[in-house]
């Protein structure tokens, strides 16, 4: 399949990003459709363009998040709106089964997929949808994805933001943050698991640590101890609990700081070192436990993330992934533990499009696809 | 063992009121003092410093001025009580802290001691109980200090401290040579969280980092997701889990091994990840495992990102996550390979536990300056290493919730380096390491029981007027026979097991049960006999040609009057060394002696002399104590009086200062070349030493056999034992003559 010509790349234009946990697709509404095009139009993919713009949720799962739509964008010499969509990768086989239904496959297009699903699932998108994946590199696709997004206003707003005396939660604020001149960069990929990838330059970059303690270590562990059965029930829980009834601080052990090595009182000295007594576990709550999984997790991230940083000599880190979808607790946190620990020398960004970047550039590798 | 398998058949009746076996534990406290204590979660460790009465063997010489009269013996024994100073350590469960309290109180006799020094969490729980049992005012001193003051004294002190675990290996424990310089280091302690800390010196250490997910988080989050309490059964359902059934693997997210990056299919991507994306029950075991791999990952990234910062290589980790345990040894030293792709290893300590109680201790005796001695650790006293894998051990189930022991001695002298080994940091002293080498352990461990009948024998024998000989002596057996029982089953509880530790395990325990020299009196019987014949002797090399002379002397040194002489030897350069003869004189030549008797009377003095004829000067390094047969420096000294005035070239040398005597600074049949006589050190370099002489099994086969030095050598012993023979290459009574010239040495250059 050898396209020649860009702007004859055949629509529909998806990308995909097929996640340990998520399925991330970006899809590219064209507004500029001609008459004649839309004569020639076959009837499969207007039923796809129309069944993904009008709705906001597909089958029990999947949601469009129309906040992060991207309106009015040329992408390739067209313009069109840009849509984001997601869905648990468990329900892939559902989706894989509704290309099949509508016929995806008469439309001889290029899926441009990524993530590890993209390996993982391609026997039964070939086999049950008739499908022939493209197949790119996740961390590829996540760097494209993220220089791309960028570049564009985020519909008149910027995507790239900090949060302003991340110290001093009374007046801790969202600002815009512009990411011109993006090198270098430390771009900390928090997923199911993290991946930290330093950037040089447009094609330029290397992973330089990752760790397993990542989004998927966070739900499944809320769920172990409260039950919970979704992200957002577990940040929901989080957000109503104090972690310092399961941790044990500084204070805890000492008194009040560890002054011999400058460690301040209120800092963690060991995540759930309270509960290995059995009186605090009766006392905890729901609450108590997601909220200090959720420091725990946000806090480990934090720390290789700055140690990454002095490592590789770079002084911003911009954190993105689907672990931070919703999650201004975690943002909060790593801002202002990337503050304190670094003396204010390493600075904490993060973009609207947060766990996006994957699906964009699987999007980006069709347009250039020859 | 002795100690902990008496005191383990006591283990169920142990409360409260258990009488504590004296002569096992908390010994010589009557002259105890400087106590200090490190109380842990569940483990209490306490120091002391006491003061041990040893007989001793000393030599004196008769007056020679008398006219002597024909079987008049060379010199006097008298067996002497001397005092040396001893650490004390002991750890036990905190459970039975207020009887270990009420025992010492009973037994403490020195009142001098006002103060205990304290460390550890539990330090002020139990203040006033400690105040209140041993009227002593409790004085805290900062954690970790003590941790890194501690590990210092450990790392410099106790050869075969530092080890690298290696699960599926022969032997799982893989100790590290001492190096010469310990720092700078890494020291990870896990406690309740994490602590990393880079010593750069014996007083500069900083923090340069920790994390909150700690052995706490294991112990806390386990707790809740499993309902097990206790961390020991945690680590033991972990031990049985599955964490794959729990983890989300790369295989799990690529269907196979995630290749542009190296990432293989096993690799952990999201820890728990399959309980985010799934509704299964798990089971205790398998969360146990994962909670376990997530936190030791966690531990060993954080530790390699470190020590990448700070350009370290030397990574120690402790704390009561580590402490023995070889579930999380094993995750550890994993994580730390794959984070560090194999360039760094996960070091672990022998003594990790006392390292507080140490730290603690020495903070209390500064004014005893223990920094300025050297220590060697009392293998009769001490309990060795015991955790390992409980269902291989049934020995360690006894002895948990007992009591564990490490005893200290001062030595008398500082030891160092010999300055002449070509590189410190990589000399092994001993040839076979008999941890790695099952056949060759147990061919020893076998050697030495068959021959402790005989070493009874001769104790007792060399005692004929002291009291209790015989009951001394069979204590003596049953010690030495459960250090050996142990040792089969725990081969690397005191390091790696040689010939050499066997041997000093042997002199300690002999030690101990005051034996302090079983062979004082053969030793004297057979240096008069031998110095009747040395001038006939001398007298007779004197009349050789000088090539035939060279030969005889050197059969001398093989004590050649037992074996067939067929060359060439099993190991034979005794051509070069002819030619090297033929040569300039070497400037001095500095000679490890053996034995008493012929072999250094006949054998090492005519072969001296031709030495200092040729111009060369001799350095005789001999033993600080007895070991076996073999001469002391004392009895040295004596017979070389003797031999001066029998002897002009003898006399001359030491009187002009070209024969000079010094001991090693040892009391070993063996050699341990980075553990000499500071003395002996400053002697060979101004003298500017050329040639080392290393003569018998001890000092040339069983160590020292592949030793690199950086002069000239001679190393020459008779294998006086057919397996050893056969092991390599030759039979019983196989000759080793090995010169070796070191690359670019002065000598070759000429």
Same mark, same amino acid.
């Given at each position: 399949?050898?396209?020649?010509?860009?702007?004859?790349?055949?629509?529909?234009?998806? =990308?995909?990003?097929?996640?340990?946990?998520?399925?991330?697709?970006?899809?590219?509404?064209?507004?500029?459709?001609?008459?004649?095009?839309?004569?020639e139009?076959?009837?499969?993919?207007?039923?796809?363009?129309?069944?993904?713009?009008?709705?906001?949720?597909? #089958?029990?799962?999947?949601?469009?998040?129309?906040?992060?739509?991207?309106?009015?964008?040329?992408?390739?010499?067209?313009?069109g709106?840009?849509?984001f969509?997601?869905?648990?990768?468990?329900?892939?086989?559902?989706?894989?089964?509704?290309?099949?239904?509508?016929?995806? $496959?008469?439309?001889?297009?290029?899926?441009?997929a990524? =993530? =590890?699903?993209?390996?993982?699932?391609?026997?039964?998108?070939?086999?049950?949808?008739?499908?022939?994946?493209?197949?790119?590199?996740?961390?590829?696709?996540l760097?494209?994805?993220?220089?791309?997004?960028?570049?564009?206003?985020?519909? =008149?707003?910027?995507?790239?933001?900090?949060?302003?005396?991340?110290?001093?939660?009374?007046?801790?604020?969202?600002?815009?943050?512009?990411?011109?001149?993006?090198?270098?960069?430390?771009?900390?990929?928090?997923?199911?698991?993290?991946?930290?990838?330093?950037?040089?330059?447009?094609?330029?970059?290397k992973?330089?640590?990752?760790?397993?303690?990542?989004?998927?270590?966070?739900?499944?562990l809320?769920?172990?101890?409260?039950?919970?059965?979704?992200?957002?029930?577990?940040?929901?829980?989080?957000s109503?609990?104090?972690?310092?009834?399961?941790d044990?601080?500084?204070?805890?052990?000492?008194?009040?700081?560890?002054e011999?090595?400058?460690?301040?009182?209120?800092?963690?000295? $060991?995540?759930?070192?309270?509960?290995?007594?059995?009186?605090?576990?009766?006392?905890?709550?729901?609450?108590?436990?997601?909220?200090?999984?959720?420091?725990?997790?946000?806090n480990?991230?934090?720390w290789?993330?700055?140690?990454?940083?002095?490592?590789?000599?770079?002084?911003?880190?911009?954190?993105? #992934?689907?672990?931070?979808?919703?999650?201004?607790?975690?943002?909060?946190?790593?801002?202002?533990?990337?503050?304190?620990?670094?003396?204010s020398?390493?600075?904490?960004?993060?973009?609207?499009?947060?766990?996006?970047?994957?699906?964009?550039?699987?999007?980006?590798?069709?347009?250039?696809?020859? | 063992?002795a100690d902990?398998?008496?005191?383990?058949?006591?283990?169920?009746?142990?409360?409260?009121?258990?009488?504590l076996?004296?002569?096992?534990i908390?010994?010589?406290?009557e002259?105890?003092?400087r106590?200090a204590?490190?109380?842990?979660?569940?483990?209490?460790?306490?120091?002391?410093?006491?003061?041990v009465?040893?007989?001793?063997?000393?030599?004196?010489?008769?007056?020679?001025?008398?006219?002597?009269?024909?079987?008049?013996?060379?010199?006097?024994?008298?067996?002497?009580?001397?005092?040396?100073a001893?650490?004390?350590?002991?750890?036990?469960?905190?459970?039975?802290?207020?009887?270990?309290?009420?025992?010492?109180?009973?037994?403490?006799?020195?009142?001098?001691?006002?103060?205990?020094?304290?460390?550890?969490?539990g330090? +002020?729980?139990?203040?006033?109980?400690?105040?209140?049992?041993?009227?002593?005012?409790?004085?805290?001193e900062?954690?970790?200090?003590?941790?890194?003051?501690?590990?210092?004294?450990v790392?410099?002190?106790?050869?075969?401290?530092?080890?690298?675990?290696?699960k599926?290996?022969?032997?799982?424990?893989?100790?590290?040579?001492?190096?010469p310089d310990?720092?700078? +280091?890494l020291?990870?302690?896990?406690?309740?969280?994490?602590s990393?800390?880079?010593?750069?010196?014996?007083?500069?250490?900083?923090?340069?980092?920790?994390?909150?997910?700690?052995?706490?988080?294991?112990?806390?989050?386990?707790?809740l997701?499993?309902?097990?309490?206790?961390?020991?059964?945690?680590? &033991?359902?972990?031990?049985?889990?599955?964490?794959?059934?729990?983890?989300?693997?790369?295989?799990?997210?690529?269907?196979?091994?995630?290749?542009?990056?190296?990432?293989?299919?096993?690799?952990?991507?999201?820890?728990?990840?399959?309980s985010?994306?799934?509704?299964?029950?798990?089971?205790?075991?398998?969360?146990?495992?994962?909670?376990?791999?997530?936190i030791?990952?966690?531990?060993?990234?954080?530790?390699?990102?470190?020590?990448?910062?700070?350009?370290?290589?030397?990574? +120690?980790?402790?704390?009561?996550?580590?402490?023995?345990?070889?579930?999380?040894?094993?995750?550890?030293t994993?994580?730390?390979?794959?984070?560090?792709k194999?360039?760094?290893?996960?070091?672990?300590l022998?003594?990790?536990?006392y390292?507080?109680?140490i730290?603690?201790?020495?903070?209390g005796?500064?004014?005893?300056?223990?920094? %300025?001695?050297?220590?060697?650790?009392?293998y009769?006293?001490s309990?060795?290493?015991?955790?390992?894998?409980?269902?291989?051990?049934?020995?360690?189930?006894?002895?948990?919730?007992?009591?564990?022991?490490?005893e200290?001695?001062?030595?008398?002298? %500082?030891?160092?380096?010999?300055?002449?080994? %070509?590189?410190?940091?990589?000399?092994i002293?001993d040839?076979?390491?008999?941890?790695?080498d099952?056949?060759?352990?147990?061919?020893?461990l076998?050697?030495?029981?068959?021959?402790?009948d005989?070493?009874?024998?001769?104790?007792?024998?060399?005692?004929?007027?002291?009291?209790?000989?015989?009951?001394?002596?069979?204590k003596?057996?049953?010690?030495?026979?459960?250090?050996?029982?142990?040792?089969?089953?725990?081969?690397?509880a005191?390091?790696?097991?040689?010939?050499?530790?066997?041997?000093?395990?042997?002199?300690?325990?002999?030690?101990?049960?005051n034996?302090?020299?079983p062979?004082?009196?053969?030793? &004297?019987?057979?240096?008069?006999?031998?110095?009747?014949?040395?001038?006939?002797?001398?007298?007779?090399?004197?009349?050789?040609?000088?090539?035939q002379?060279?030969?005889?002397?050197v059969?001398g040194?093989?004590?050649?009057?037992?074996?067939?002489?067929?060359?060439?030897?099993?190991?034979?350069c +005794?051509?070069q060394?002819?030619e090297?003869?033929?040569?300039?004189?070497?400037?001095?030549?500095?000679?490890?002696?053996?034995?008493?008797g012929?072999?250094?009377?006949?054998?090492?003095?005519?072969?001296v002399?031709?030495?200092l004829?040729?111009?060369?000067e001799?350095?005789?390094?001999s033993?600080?104590?007895?070991?076996?047969?073999?001469?002391?420096n004392?009895?040295?000294?004596?017979?070389?009086?003797?031999?001066?005035?029998?002897?002009?070239?003898?006399q001359?040398?030491?009187?002009?200062?070209?024969?000079?005597?010094?001991?090693?600074?040892?009391?070993?049949?063996?050699?341990?070349?980075?553990?000499?006589?500071?003395?002996?050190?400053?002697?060979?370099?101004?003298?500017?030493?050329?040639?080392?002489?290393?003569?018998?099994?001890?000092?040339?086969?069983?160590?020292?056999?592949?030793?690199a030095?950086?002069?000239?050598?001679?190393?020459?012993?008779?294998?006086?034992?057919?397996?050893?023979?056969?092991?390599?290459?030759?039979?019983?009574?196989?000759?080793?003559?090995k010169?070796?010239?070191?690359?670019?040495?002065?000598?070759?250059?000429?």
């Amino acid at each position: 399949m050898k396209l020649k010509d860009a702007k004859k790349t055949s629509f529909p234009w998806f =990308g995909m990003d097929i996640g340990g946990t998520l399925v991330k697709l970006v899809y590219f509404e064209p507004v500029d459709v001609t008459a004649e095009e839309e004569q020639e139009e076959v009837e499969c993919l207007k039923s796809i363009r129309k069944y993904l713009t009008s709705n906001v949720a597909y #089958g029990s799962t999947g949601i469009r998040d129309t906040h992060l739509e991207l309106k009015g964008l040329t992408v390739h010499g067209r313009r069109g709106n840009l849509h984001f969509i997601r869905f648990p990768t468990h329900d892939l086989p559902t989706f894989i089964q509704m290309g099949r239904d509508k016929n995806f $496959s008469t439309l001889h297009t290029v899926l441009c997929a990524t =993530g =590890g699903g993209a390996y993982k699932f391609e026997e039964e998108f070939r086999t049950i949808g008739n499908l022939q994946l493209h197949k790119l590199d996740e961390l590829d696709c996540l760097v494209k994805g993220l220089l791309y997004i960028d570049s564009p206003s985020f519909n =008149g707003q910027a995507e790239c933001y900090y949060f302003e005396n991340a110290l001093d939660p009374e007046r801790c604020r969202k600002m815009p943050y512009n990411l011109q001149d993006p090198y270098p960069l430390l771009v900390v990929n928090i997923g199911s698991g993290v991946s930290i990838l330093a950037v040089y330059s447009k094609d330029n970059y290397k992973r330089v640590a990752g760790t397993s303690l990542g989004g998927g270590t966070f739900l499944g562990l809320c769920g172990l101890l409260t039950g919970c059965e979704s992200f957002d029930e577990a940040l929901e829980l989080a957000s109503k609990g104090d972690s310092t009834h399961a941790d044990k601080l500084v204070r805890d052990i000492y008194g009040g700081d560890y002054e011999r090595f400058d460690l301040p009182g209120w800092a963690v000295a $060991s995540s759930f070192g309270n509960m290995i007594y059995k009186e605090k576990r009766e006392a905890v709550t729901k609450e108590d436990l997601a909220r200090a999984t959720l420091v725990t997790i946000t806090n480990n991230i934090g720390w290789i993330a700055k140690m990454s940083a002095v490592n590789e000599k770079i002084n911003r880190v911009v954190f993105v #992934g689907n672990f931070l979808r919703v999650n201004t607790l975690s943002m909060k946190l790593l801002a202002y533990a990337l503050d304190y620990w670094s003396q204010s020398q390493t600075k904490a960004l993060f973009l609207e499009h947060e766990g996006y970047f994957g699906a964009v550039g699987a999007l980006l590798g069709l347009l250039n696809f020859t | 063992m002795a100690d902990c398998s008496q005191a383990g058949s006591g283990r169920h009746s142990m409360d409260k009121s258990i009488t504590l076996p004296p002569d096992e534990i908390f010994r010589n406290l009557e002259n105890a003092k400087r106590f200090a204590i490190d109380i842990g979660g569940s483990l209490t460790k306490l120091a002391y410093y006491s003061t041990v009465q040893h007989k001793v063997a000393k030599v004196r010489s008769f007056d020679h001025t008398a006219k002597e009269v024909d079987g008049d013996p060379l010199y006097e024994i008298s067996v002497q009580e001397e005092i040396t100073a001893r650490l004390h350590f002991i750890k036990f469960e905190n459970a039975y802290i207020e009887t270990c309290l009420d025992f010492i109180k009973d037994h403490l006799v020195n009142t001098e001691t006002k103060v205990i020094k304290a460390t550890g969490g539990g330090a +002020y729980k139990f203040k006033e109980l400690i105040e209140k049992k041993l009227k002593l005012k409790v004085d805290k001193e900062d954690e970790m200090s003590c941790l890194i003051k501690g590990c210092n004294f450990v790392l410099k002190n106790i050869p075969h401290e530092a080890f690298v675990y290696a699960k599926h290996a022969d032997s799982e424990f893989r100790f590290q040579n001492t190096h010469p310089d310990i720092f700078p +280091y890494l020291l990870i302690n896990i406690g309740s969280g994490v602590s990393i800390v880079k010593v750069e010196s014996e007083d500069k250490f900083e923090r340069i980092g920790g994390s909150s997910i700690g052995g706490g988080t294991f112990w806390g989050l386990g707790a809740l997701l499993t309902k097990t309490k206790r961390f020991d059964e945690l680590l &033991q359902l972990a031990s049985r889990g599955q964490h794959t059934s729990v983890d989300m693997l790369v295989k799990d997210i690529y269907g196979g091994a995630y290749g542009s990056l190296g990432l293989t299919g096993d690799l952990i991507a999201s820890s728990f990840g399959k309980s985010a994306t799934t509704d299964k029950e798990f089971s205790k075991e398998d969360m146990a495992k994962s909670l376990l791999h997530m936190i030791s990952n966690d531990i060993g990234q954080l530790a390699c990102l470190y020590a990448r910062l700070h350009n370290l290589t030397r990574v +120690y980790f402790g704390g009561f996550f580590i402490r023995g345990h070889p579930v999380t040894m094993h995750t550890i030293t994993y994580s730390i390979n794959f984070f560090t792709k194999g360039e760094v290893q996960a070091l672990f300590l022998r003594h990790e536990g006392y390292l507080g109680a140490i730290g603690a201790f020495l903070k209390g005796a500064e004014e005893d300056n223990p920094n %300025q001695y050297s220590w060697g650790e009392n293998y009769a006293g001490s309990s060795g290493l015991m955790s390992v894998s409980p269902d291989l051990n049934p020995m360690q189930r006894v002895r948990s919730g007992t009591f564990d022991m490490l005893e200290m001695d001062r030595l008398e002298r %500082q030891l160092v380096n010999l300055p002449l080994l %070509q590189d410190p940091s990589s000399y092994i002293p001993d040839t076979v390491d008999l941890t790695e080498d099952a056949l060759a352990r147990q061919y020893w461990l076998y050697c030495f029981e068959e021959a402790l009948d005989g070493v009874v024998n001769r104790a007792v024998a060399s005692q004929p007027d002291l009291p209790q000989a015989v009951e001394r002596a069979e204590k003596f057996r049953q010690k030495y026979l459960h250090k050996l029982q142990t040792l089969r089953h725990q081969p690397f509880a005191y390091g790696s097991l040689t010939v050499r530790s066997l041997l000093d395990t042997r002199e300690h325990c002999l030690n101990e049960f005051n034996f302090p020299d079983p062979y004082s009196k053969i030793k &004297q019987k057979e240096n008069d006999v031998a110095l009747r014949y040395f001038q006939k002797v001398v007298r007779s090399l004197e009349k050789l040609p000088w090539e035939q002379r060279q030969f005889a002397l050197v059969k001398g040194l093989l004590a050649g009057n037992v074996f067939d002489w067929d060359r060439p030897w099993l190991i034979d350069c +005794y051509d070069q060394w002819v030619e090297r003869l033929k040569g300039p004189p070497h400037k001095c030549a500095l000679f490890f002696v053996d034995n008493s008797g012929i072999d250094i009377i006949l054998g090492v003095f005519p072969f001296v002399r031709e030495l200092l004829c040729r111009g060369t000067e001799v350095v005789l390094a001999s033993n600080s104590g007895p070991a076996l047969n073999d001469v002391t420096n004392s009895e040295l000294q004596i017979l070389t009086e003797r031999i001066a005035a029998m002897d002009s070239v003898i006399q001359a040398a030491i009187k002009e200062d070209r024969l000079t005597l010094v001991q090693s600074g040892s009391s070993s049949p063996c050699l341990d070349l980075s553990r000499l006589d500071k003395a002996l050190a400053v002697v060979v370099r101004e003298r500017h030493t050329d040639l080392v002489v290393i003569e018998g099994m001890g000092r040339a086969i069983h160590t020292n056999y592949y030793a690199a030095l950086s002069c000239e050598s001679l190393k020459l012993a008779v294998i006086k034992n057919s397996w050893l023979a056969e092991r390599l290459g030759g039979k019983i009574f196989s000759v080793v003559f090995k010169y070796e010239v070191p690359p670019q040495s002065p000598g070759l250059r000429r």
